[in-house]
Structures are given as structure tokens and as C-alpha cells.
């Protein structure tokens, strides 16, 4: 009856891996008495985010994230999707993640200064909840303006609670089949009233001067106002709360894998630091300039991603009977695509599990098929946030390289572990060094 639920439960990216690589391009999966369907091929990828997207909706996964997050971009659909993607584009563009670099680089430059002492004494910490911190002081940041820092310690401890009680899928059978505990949902509903109390107190601090350097918000105020319907408090908070969610432990969790995979290639880390020295000289702060120079830096990222897709797969719902690569989709079917699995694919990247940095020259970039490299997804449901934390990961990378090495401590068992994103189950206990600037 529970067909594979039970290997799903236990390991989805392994799980949908092992059926891409036997069956192909599209699958069909026996799952809790119904089929699902896998669709692994890039080209059908293509049909399926792009030429046939109208057939398809996203499949919200979790009633706790329409409860927490309500009518968020992230979750929406149709005309008000529409509507709110159309708004919130213009605080991701690149000129306006450009303009905000700065502020966002002096932040974190100021935030990893706490990690001097430790590395004089090249003393071990889990850097993955440093990263967790910092993730989250900066897309507070990008978000509400500098005045976020007045309230950046209530926020982040009631944005921790939500995530340590967020109701995460079951790993196996028997917890499948626990009854949901009552404790856990309190204090999820406790923290999220902790949350919207913050921040509907800052929107009405930053009302009095109309949001003046608040960051996307002003953003989000401005545009809905020029369309002569300005999004009231219960709306702004929905977004925020969204891109907040949305951004930060993505981040976090990226920062984590690409320390970890350079510390297990020195070759690799000795370069990025080379070219970082080279971009930067003795700076600490990269300009938006610098960033663009930084091409060996997101080669790393990239396949980072590739290895370590924060999202290991996204779902959607077909609204119709469709058609893909020949297979049928009957209405009401549900879709997986494995990032994972399509990005360790044996006939696109040759020894998928290798940390290969050269797979995203621009010369080998130009030869992968579309769709086969999807950290973001892809169509028009695709990340919004795409420039804003490629420009926070490169920001972030190059003061690290500027500053410290990050070694792995010794014995510390690495696992990646299915959550809300792909994380380290273990977190990531490191040994921190100094490094001296160039001068
Ligand atoms: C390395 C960092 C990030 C990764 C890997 C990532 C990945 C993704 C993926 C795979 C999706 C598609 C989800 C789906 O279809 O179910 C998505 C959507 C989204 N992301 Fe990101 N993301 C990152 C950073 C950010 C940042 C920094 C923000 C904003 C501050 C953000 C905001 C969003 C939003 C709002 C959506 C929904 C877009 C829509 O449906 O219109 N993300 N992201």
C-alpha cells in the first residue's frame, strides 16, 4: 500500500536519484496507493516550467506554510501571483541589488569580525549556525533597511523559533504515522505571533517618515501605490515574511556546503582566494564592480549548487490531462523534479559526484543543455531572489577567503539531511584560522 514511501521518507534526493538514473526522462512512481510522477529530463523539463506551464500549478505541500506565510509570493497563484511577482521584481533587479551591496557587504563584514578571536585561537565552531545568523541579519537588512538592526535579535530568535518548530516532513513510517504533536504547534503559533508583533511594530515606526530607506519595502509601498492600490499592513507582512523565509536558510545552507567542499579541495580554495586577492587587493568590502570580476568565485557556487541544491526538489499539480515526452499526465497527477537528481545525472555531467569547478567555465557552460543546471528553478515560477544571493554568497565568500581558512574538523560526520532545505545533519563544526590580508 505505501508502494516507496518508505525509501522516500528516508532519503528523497538518493531516492528520486536512483529512479531517474534506471528509468529516464519521466517515471512513474507508486506512492501511498496513488502514482506520482518524476520528470527528470531536462528537455522535459523545458515542457513542463515552460511551453506547458498553463497545465500545471504548484503543489503547496504543507498547510503550516499557507498558515504562516499566507498570500505570499511564494504560495500564490494566477492574477494576484501575477500582480505581486510584477511588484517585487523591481527590489531583485540588478541595479538595485547593485545600490544595496554595499551596505550589505559592511554588514557582513562587521558580523564576521566576531570570528577573529576564535581564529586566532584556531578554535572549532559549527560555522553552519554562524551562517544562519548572518543569513538572516542580511536579508533583514535587504529587506527592511538599516533600521533592521534595531530589531534584528527579536526577530531572529522568533524567526529560530519558527524553524525549530516548523512541522518538518516524517522520515520514516512509524513517524508517519505519530499523531502531530500539540507542544510543537503551540510554540510554532507562539513564535509566529512573536514574528508578525515585530514586524507589524516596525512598518507602523517606518510609516511616520513612508518607509524612506526601508529597503524592499519601500520598494513594495511605492509600486502598489503607483498602481493605486497599495498593499495594506496584512499584505506587506505576507511578502515580507515570505522573501525573508525564502532567502535566508537557502543562503545559509549554500554557505555551509561551499566551505565544506572547499575544504576538501585545497587546490580549488587556494585559487578562489588567488583571484579573490587579485579582484579585491587589501579591500574587504568587493563592490558591485568586483563582483562581476569575480567569475572563478561563482564557478565555485555554481557547482556548489549543483552538488548541493539548498531545494532538492520542487512539486506542482497537473490542472488537466497533459502530455509529456510521450507519457501521458492525467489531471489531479502529481509532479516531482528532483534538482538533485537532474543535476547528478550520469549522461549530462561525466562523474556526477565529483566537485569539479571547471564544469561552469563559460565554454562549458555553453555546451549544457538547458534546464540541466536548475539551483534556482527555471520558468516563471523561477527564484526571485536569484541575483540578490548569488551577490550576498560572492560578498560573503570573498571576505571569508579575504580573512580565514575553514578547515573540517576532524571525525565531523557531513550528511545531508532533507528539511525545509538540504542542510547538514550534523551541522558543520569547523576549525577557523587567520589569514592576512594582502597588503
Ligand atoms: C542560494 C539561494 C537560493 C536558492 C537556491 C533558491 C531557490 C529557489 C527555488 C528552487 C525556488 C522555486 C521553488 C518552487 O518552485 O517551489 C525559489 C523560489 C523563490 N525564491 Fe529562492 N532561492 C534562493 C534565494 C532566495 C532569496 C535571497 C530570496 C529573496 C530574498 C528568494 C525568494 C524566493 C521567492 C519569493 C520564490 C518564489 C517565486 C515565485 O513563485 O514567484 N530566494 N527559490
Not at 564576521?112 to 533583514?140: C, N, P, Y
Not at 512598518?203 to 511605492?222: P, T, Y
Not at 515570505?242 to 535566508?248: C, I
Request: net charge positive; hydrophobic share 40%.
Amino acid at each position: 500500500m505505501y508502494g516507496c514511501l518508505n525509501a522516500l521518507l528516508r532519503n528523497p534526493m538518493t531516492f528520486w536519484t536512483e529512479i531517474a538514473v534506471k528509468y529516464g526522462g519521466v517515471a512513474r512512481v507508486p506512492l501511498k496507493g496513488r502514482h506520482v510522477y518524476l520528470i527528470s529530463d531536462p528537455k522535459l523539463l523545458y515542457d513542463l516550467l515552460v511551453t506547458n506551464r498553463n497545465k500545471y500549478r504548484k503543489n503547496v505541500r504543507y498547510k503550516a506554510a499557507i498558515d504562516t506565510f499566507g498570500a505570499g509570493l511564494l504560495l500564490n497563484e494566477g492574477e494576484a501571483w501575477k500582480r505581486q511577482r510584477r511588484i517585487t521584481q523591481a527590489a531583485f533587479k540588478p541595479s538595485y541589488v547593485s545600490e544595496q551591496m554595499p551596505a550589505i557587504a559592511a554588514r557582513s563584514r562587521q558580523f564576521l569580525e566576531s570570528w577573529s578571536i576564535a581564529a586566532q585561537r584556531h578554535e572549532t565552531r559549527d560555522v553552519h549556525k554562524d551562517f544562519f545568523d548572518l543569513s538572516q541579519i542580511l536579508a533583514g537588512h535587504y529587506l527592511l533597511g538599516p533600521g533592521f538592526a534595531a530589531i534584528e535579535t527579536e526577530f531572529g530568535a522568533a524567526a529560530k523559533a519558527i524553524q525549530e518548530n516548523w512541522p518538518l516532513p516524517p522520515r520514516n513510517l512509524i513517524a508517519l504515522m505519530m499523531p502531530k504533536g500539540k507542544a510543537r504547534e503551540r510554540r510554532l503559533d507562539a513564535a509566529i505571533a512573536r514574528i508578525d508583533q515585530c514586524l507589524f511594530d516596525y512598518l507602523a515606526d517606518q510609516r511616520k517618515h513612508d518607509f524612506s530607506g526601508c529597503g524592499v519595502l519601500e520598494v513594495l509601498v511605492h509600486a502598489s501605490r503607483a498602481q493605486h492600490d497599495e498593499f495594506d499592513d496584512q499584505s506587506l507582512r505576507d511578502q515580507l515574511l515570505t522573501l525573508f523565509f525564502a532567502g535566508h536558510e537557502t543562503s545559509a545552507t549554500s554557505l555551509s556546503w561551499i566551505h565544506y567542499l572547499l575544504s576538501q579541495h585545497s587546490d580549488v580554495r587556494e585559487k578562489l582566494q588567488l583571484e579573490v586577492a587579485r579582484v579585491l587587493g587589501n579591500r574587504l568590502d568587493p563592490t558591485p564592480a568586483d563582483l562581476d570580476q569575480l567569475d572563478y568565485t561563482e564557478q565555485v557556487i555554481n557547482e556548489s549548487l549543483r552538488l548541493y541544491s539548498p531545494i532538492h526538489s520542487i512539486s506542482r499539480v497537473a490542472l488537466e490531462d497533459d502530455e509529456i515526452g510521450g507519457y501521458r499526465i492525467p489531471k489531479g497527477a502529481m509532479i516531482y523534479i528532483s534538482l538533485y537528481a537532474t543535476q547528478r545525472l550520469p549522461n549530462i555531467w561525466t562523474n556526477p559526484d565529483v566537485f569539479d569547478p571547471d564544469r561552469f567555465t563559460p565554454e562549458a557552460t555553453s555546451q549544457l543543455p538547458r534546464f540541466a543546471f536548475i539551483p534556482f528553478a527555471a520558468g516563471h515560477r523561477n527564484c526571485i531572489g536569484v541575483t540578490m544571493a548569488m551577490a550576498e554568497l560572492k560578498v560573503v565568500i570573498a571576505q571569508i577567503a579575504q580573512r580565514f581558512v575553514l578547515d573540517l574538523a576532524p571525525g565531523h560526520r557531513v550528511v545531508p539531511a532533507a528539511g525545509t532545505t538540504m542542510h547538514p545533519k550534523f551541522g558543520m563544526q569547523m576549525r577557523l584560522s587567520s589569514r592576512t590580508i594582502p597588503s
